[in-house]
């Protein structure tokens, strides 16, 4: 699949856009005053043990505590390493880095292997999401272009992209004759065919990278930093940029010329595949790129037949629903519905790797009478998701036709990072009628005309309120003023919230 790569470098922001088929299918956002950590290396100091969630907070020099579970911490060689799958198993460690599910009964609890005020080395490896702090590990990894660096444990791991045997027993001897005791590795998909000299070069640039990191933490205090990871530029062109990229547009100076020194560096063969964009138009208007940013940024999602998706994030999950719209079909319901959720797969697959939602997702498609159908939708699903390097993890359509699904989640979505609540709504999404806020009025004056003495009442609203009072609602101030033998005086204001309004008594 011909990919290109899309750079756009200003003072304030670097946006990158991988461009799959002409289609935007991922975008990766940095701000210069919100740089992401993920990779950056701290020496923190514990500030509080939770034995209750086997788990601690630690101090890494942010505005919020760091998370660390115990699963995280490093306790010995042999233990850690009777964690991580066998050889056999290993293709698991391929280029998303995870490490193998940890058996919890073999574990020490976490108050004997962490005391608050203990210093330790410790590296991000998910953003602050939300209102939670960063997610770190004691396991420290420190990736290249060929290999993964382990320098605390001795394990070698294949990408499991890597498909023919003979390549990975290649692979797994040269770095097997050229890795220090103790350290271990993850070889990547970008190392299949690659020399014994470019493995070995790539090994020398990490092991020097992790000398410099020791030599900094035995000399700095705690919190601080100790590694700061590549900005987003020169990472994403390391773990994205493979011979499936045939152009690199950029239209930073710059930031060409660091491209073009790394591509001339590992992947000389891509060199003439780097162009710096010089027109006067935006490099994302020149492509079509701002269009599909703001219809990621939407809740509905149209299809082309007509039907359209509903994207609904919150806190704990993400909800997709699925609707016919202005599709109807041509032969029968059930084939009506069956061609709208396919069409659907396709968009949501999409849509969950461009905008980047991760955590739990629940998709609700058109109900499906025949299991041959519900088949069909869940099959064309998990063939959807195959393109996304995110790992994902999909349980069967219910009954009910709903599917519910994980994605794996390291970042902010793009919605939440180029967004932020509506300070209207404060992020309900709905605001309450006028008709409601005025029976709200008509409640609260009775309470305060009940308990004050005074003879005029001056009532503050919203000038669209204030219309409905003197139209509509008007009967309901003139019983109350009977009743309470007060003359009540409407005034619009036009700084007020809709649901906001003032009552004062003389």
């Keep these: 699949m011909?990919?290109?790569?899309?750079?756009?470098?200003t003072a304030q922001e670097t946006r990158i856009a991988l461009i799959e088929n002409g289609t935007i299918a991922e975008l990766y956002i940095e701000r210069t005053r919100e740089k992401g950590i993920v990779g950056n290396i701290y020496k923190g100091r514990v500030v509080r043990v939770l034995p209750g969630m086997q788990a601690a907070f630690v101090d890494i020099g942010l505005e919020k505590a760091a998370f660390l579970y115990v699963a995280d911490v490093f306790d010995g060689l042999d233990e850690y390493e009777s964690l991580l799958d066998d050889a056999k198993k290993d293709d698991r460690n391929g280029d998303d880095h995870d490490s193998a599910q940890p058996d919890y009964k073999a574990l020490h609890p976490i108050e004997e292997l962490l005391q608050e005020g203990q210093e330790l080395l410790v590296q991000?490896?998910?953003?602050?999401?939300?209102?939670?702090?960063?997610?770190?590990?004691?396991?420290?990894?420190?990736?290249?272009r060929h290999l993964v660096y382990m320098p605390t444990v001795e394990h070698i791991g294949i990408s499991r992209r890597i498909e023919e045997e003979e390549e990975r027993e290649r692979l797994r001897e040269i770095v097997e004759r050229k890795k220090q005791a103790g350290s271990g590795y993850i070889v990547r998909t970008a190392?299949?065919?690659?020399?014994?000299?470019?493995?070995?070069?790539?090994?020398?640039?990490?092991?020097?990278?992790w000398d410099e990191v020791v030599r900094k933490k035995d000399k700095a205090g705690a919190p601080?930093?100790?590694?700061?990871?590549?900005d987003v530029v020169p990472k994403?062109?390391?773990?994205?940029?493979?011979?499936?990229?045939?152009?690199?547009?950029?239209?930073?100076?710059?930031?060409?010329?660091?491209?073009?020194?790394?591509?001339?560096?590992?992947?000389?063969?891509?060199?003439?595949?780097?162009?710096?964009?010089?027109?006067?138009?935006?490099?994302?208007?020149?492509?079509g790129l701002e269009v599909e940013i703001s219809r990621a940024l939407g809740r509905k999602v149209w299809l082309k037949s007509g039907g359209y998706i509903i994207i609904e994030q919150t806190e704990a999950l993400t909800a997709i629903d699925v609707n016919t719209g202005r599709f109807v079909g041509k032969h029968n319901l059930e084939d009506t519905i069956l061609k709208t959720n396919l069409e659907a797969v396709?968009?949501?697959?999409?849509?969950?790797?461009l905008r980047n939602i991760g955590g739990i997702i629940i998709?609700?498609?058109?109900?499906?009478?025949?299991?041959?159908?519900?088949?069909?939708?869940?099959?064309?699903?998990?063939?959807?998701?195959?393109?996304?390097?995110?790992?994902?993890?999909?349980?069967?359509i219910?009954?009910?036709?709903?599917?519910e699904m994980t994605r794996k989640r390291v970042r902010e979505s793009i919605g939440r990072m180029m967004c932020e609540p509506c300070p209207y709504c404060e992020g309900r999404g709905y605001v309450k009628s006028k008709t409601t806020v005025c029976h709200e009025i008509f409640r609260e004056l009775r309470r305060e005309m009940l308990d004050i003495r005074g003879t005029k009442v001056l009532l503050t609203v919203h000038p669209q309120v204030a219309d409905l009072l003197y139209d509509e609602e008007r009967r309901g101030l003139e019983e109350l003023e009977k009743i309470f033998k007060k003359r009540v005086t409407v005034r619009a204001k036009p700084g007020f919230h809709q649901e906001q309004f003032e009552v004062v008594i003389n």
Aim: charged share 35%; aromatic share 6%; glycine share 4%.
């Design 2 to 9: 011909a990919s290109e790569l899309v750079i756009n470098v």
């Design 124 to 144: 991000v490896s998910k953003e602050p999401i939300g209102t939670k702090g960063a997610r770190i590990t004691a396991h420290i990894s420190l990736p290249g």
């Design 191 to 209: 190392s299949e065919g690659k020399s014994e000299e470019e493995i070995t070069s790539d090994i020398e640039y990490l092991t020097k990278i």
């Design 224 to 230: 601080s930093l100790i590694h700061a990871d590549l």
């Design 236 to 287: 994403v062109v390391r773990d994205i940029v493979t011979d499936e990229v045939k152009r690199i547009v950029v239209d930073s100076k710059p930031d060409h010329d660091r491209i073009v020194q790394f591509i001339t560096t590992f992947m000389p063969k891509l060199k003439s595949s780097v162009e710096l964009y010089d027109d006067e138009e935006p490099i994302f208007d020149h492509y």
């Design 346 to 353: 396709k968009e949501l697959a999409y849509q969950l790797r």
């Design 363 to 396: 998709i609700d498609f058109i109900d499906m009478e025949k299991e041959v159908n519900r088949e069909k939708v869940y099959a064309a699903l998990d063939e959807a998701l195959k393109s996304d390097k995110s790992k994902t993890n999909i349980l069967k």
């Design 398 to 403: 219910s009954e009910l036709g709903l599917v």
